[in-house]
Each structure stands twice: as C-alpha cells, then as structure tokens.
C-alpha cells in the first residue's frame, strides 16, 4: 500500500482489516432510481399522495428507461471522485431492478427486459469503484409488513420469506458486494425481520461485506425513524440529511438537491460549494459521505448533478490528498476559515474562504514544522514557529481558485496540539478560560483596558 493510500494510524489501529476501505474511499455515490421517476415527484410519491396502487403498477410495468448506460453512470462517477456507490435494488414500492425469481415486479419480467442491478454490478467494478446496493425491508404493497407476525402470522412468514430470499439473491448472483444499506424497517423490529440471523448469512454469502445500521435493533419508533440505532447495530452509522459523527466507522447520508433521493422535475440543487463543503466537513470530522442523485426516467443522470459532480472531482484530483484516507482530523480551532484533515503526519488546512490577509496564524499546533506547501500546486511557503503558534506567508492570489483553497502542514511528527485544541469554545475544563482571562482581569478588573 503506497503513502496515497496509506490509512491514518487511527483505522489502522481500529477497523477491521476488510473495512479499511471505508475510511480509505471516503466519497460514495448513492442512486436512487425506480419507475417513480416517471412520476417525477421524488421516490415516496405512491405512499406520501395515496396514489392508487393498481395504476402505479401499470405504470411501472410499462416503464423503460431506454436511455439506462451503466457504464456511462460509472466513468461520470470516477471523474466526480466517487469511490463506491449504492444502488437501490428494490425501493419501498416494491420494484424489483434485477432478475427475482420472487415476484414478475421487476426489470427482467416488464418492459425492460433487462437486469439493472447485474449492469450496474459490472460497470462499476469495470471502473474499479466499490459495489454497494440498497434494498428496502418495506413493501408498500404488501399489507403483511405493517400487520406484523402477530395480526397476520401466515401473510407476515410469507412476506419475511420474501425479504430473505431477496436479499439471498443480490448476496450471491452478483459477485463481491462491498457494501449493503437496509432502510425501511418501521414498524417493525430485528426479531420480527429475523434480521440478526439474515445478517449472519450475509457474512457467509459476502466474507467481508459492509452492512449498515438500519436492522431494527432498537424497538423505539422513534429511533428507527430517526434511523438510529446502537453502536451493536450494523458496521457503520446513516445519519441523514446532517453531519452526527459517531465513535465508530460512519457515512453522512445527503441529497444534491435540497430535499429528495429520487428524481423530482421541481426540485432546486445544491451549488457546487456547498457539495464540497458537506464532503470537507465529513472528512474534517472523521466519517465518509455518500452523496445522492436521483436518475431521470430514461436513465440519464441530471446534467445539474454531473456539472456539479465533476467540478468536485476536479478539486479532488489536485486537493483530494485531504480528503482520502484521512482520519478526520479538526486539531485546532479552524472554523475561522474552514476545515482541517490529518493524516500521517500532515495537517491539512481546507480554506473555505480568504480574506487576502498576507498572513495567516494558525495556533495551538505543538508539534515540529518542516514545510509548509499549497497542495494544488506543491509550492513551497514560508513560515514562521513560535512556541505554539504557527505563522505562514500567503501566497498571491490564494483563493482566487476554484473552490476551496488548501494548504498541507508537514510536521516532524504526527501533529499535535495543546489543551485549547483538544477542548474547543463551549466545552472542555473551564479552568482554562480563567487563566486566560485573568491575564487582563489581575491588572483592570472590571474596567476596561486605559491608554496613558
């Protein structure tokens, strides 16, 4: 494993050795797709309007995204920077996208012809892009899954079948899975899914898969909507829509729109900025981010996401060393200007923003300097260490970039910091603010600072 790749001492130290991958990549992609994209009001349209079940169906029935090029999906990902990505192979309408020997509701048995989870597969590995897919527990169909084993035992073990052998299927007729997302668990729970015992087949069908929280070990409903969830449940943390780093491997679920996964023809986008900054403010803080666009109905990617998504992978190849393999990484005080990343023994400072100042300070960094460089271009800065503080000279023109500007700090050791890095504004031992502010309090008390 060359330097590039090289994980930061702290997942060498506390991941398993066939997750290292996770906080290695960083960046995932998530597609959210099915025949609601026809509808073209996101991916819960048939539940939130009530629509009637029996005219969705035909619709779906008769959908055929003609446009569908999985490898075109896949060389617009890797150019983005993505590293994996997730597919949803059966969202809550019940749509099947491969080839099920289940139920005739699927891409092979309707009009496609054709097994979209199996393209995608493929297309994907071609690229050398992690595999991941997404499967839903709910069907909204099927009335068994929200009457539950005790007010319907025969339709509910029909309906548990159903989700175990579906889940056997993508697990074994798709070569290696790297990563599987469940959602959809409420109302029910891990001992009415049976979803300990299908978890410990998964690791027999995939030695070495990725599965994620959402198994219903927590029976709180208000857990399981919040996509909650011990640190017992799954390998890794969803939080959604927001940025809740956890003590353990974790992936920020967001939308490159302002609201929807699926395709949705009124939605706004999120700027490009913003794209980037949820992604620095992940690896800042130690967890992946997994960002999603929701393909059109003919199965063409939103040009809004891919110009978007290639101008973040265009930062990526020239600043993506702070991004990769970092294992977050907020050492010092940084919201001032942006974000900071660590890995080995380098500090990355991901500006947001500049205010041309010719210098910048940055405290509170103890360890030895050796260089100081902007990463885009490798050009060398000057600097200047005093005790715990860090001076450097600005070059011209920084953050006249592209995006975010980003300067790498090498130190003689891992970087480290002193008590007012560790422990930030509002929180921490409070002693500390004291002998800070009793420096000027000793000589004025309650009165402020008098000029002779």
């Known amino acids: 494993m060359d330097a590039e790749q090289k994980i930061s001492d702290k997942f060498n130290e506390n991941t398993p050795e ?33 629509l009637n079940q029996e005219e969705y169906e035909r619709m779906a029935g008769n959908w055929n995204p003609s446009a569908f090029n999985a490898r075109v999906w896949a060389e617009i990902f890797q150019k983005a920077g993505f590293r994996y990505g997730c597919l949803t192979t059966r969202h809550h309408d019940g749509y099947c996208l491969w080839d099920t020997a289940t139920t005739n509701y699927s891409s092979m048995r309707q009009a496609p ?12 590995r071609e690229r050398g892009l ?13 009335p068994a899954y929200y009457e539950g084993p005790r007010d319907n035992p025969k339709g509910w073990d029909d309906m548990k079948t159903y989700i175990h052998t579906q889940v056997e299927e993508l697990c074994t007729k798709y070569g290696k899975i790297d990563y599987f997302f469940f959602d959809g668990v409420w109302p029910r729970n891990a001992r009415d899914l049976g979803s300990r015992e299908l978890v410990e087949k998964m690791r027999i ?14 029976t709180d409903p208000a857990q399981l909507l919040g996509h909650g969830g011990g640190s017992d449940e799954g390998d890794f943390g969803t939080p959604e829509h927001l940025v809740n780093p956890e003590e353990r491997l974790w992936e920020s679920n967001q939308v490159s729109c302002w609201r929807w996964w699926g395709y949705h023809r009124g939605e706004r986008w999120k700027s490009t900025e913003e794209l980037l900054d949820i992604l620095c403010r992940c690896a800042s803080s130690g967890g992946n981010l997994i960002m999603n666009v929701g393909a059109g109905p003919d199965g063409s990617l939103p040009e809004e996401f891919i110009e978007k998504a290639l101008r973040v992978g265009r930062w990526l190849e020239l600043n993506g060393e702070a991004v990769y393999g970092n294992d977050g990484g907020s050492l010092t005080e940084a919201l001032t200007y942006g974000y900071q990343t660590i890995r080995g023994n380098k500090l990355y400072l991901i500006f947001r923003f500049w205010d041309k100042e010719k210098k910048f300070r940055l405290a509170d960094l103890t360890s030895e300097v050796a260089s100081v460089s902007e990463l885009s271009t490798g050009k060398e800065l000057s600097f200047y260490k005093k005790g715990d503080d860090l001076e450097i000279v600005m070059p011209d023109g920084f953050g006249d970039m592209d995006l975010f500007p980003v300067i790498c700090i090498t130190c003689k050791e891992r970087p480290k910091t002193n008590i007012w890095g560790s422990q930030r504004n509002w929180e921490g031992n409070p002693v500390r603010v004291a002998e800070w502010a009793r420096k000027r309090w000793e000589k004025n008390g309650f009165f402020s600072f008098q000029k002779d």
């Open 18 to 50: 066939q997750f290292q991958w996770f906080p290695r990549d960083r960046y995932g992609v998530f597609i959210h797709w099915g025949p609601y994209a026809v509808i073209g009001r996101g991916e819960q349209v048939l539940f939130r309007e009530h």
């Open 113 to 124: 012809g054709r097994d979209f989870v199996g393209e995608y597969c493929s297309a994907m």
């Open 130 to 142: 992690k595999v991941g897919l997404y499967y839903s527990w709910c069907d909204w169909r099927v």
């Open 205 to 218: 069908w995939q030695p070495g898969i990725m599965i994620n929280n959402r198994l219903g070990f927590d």
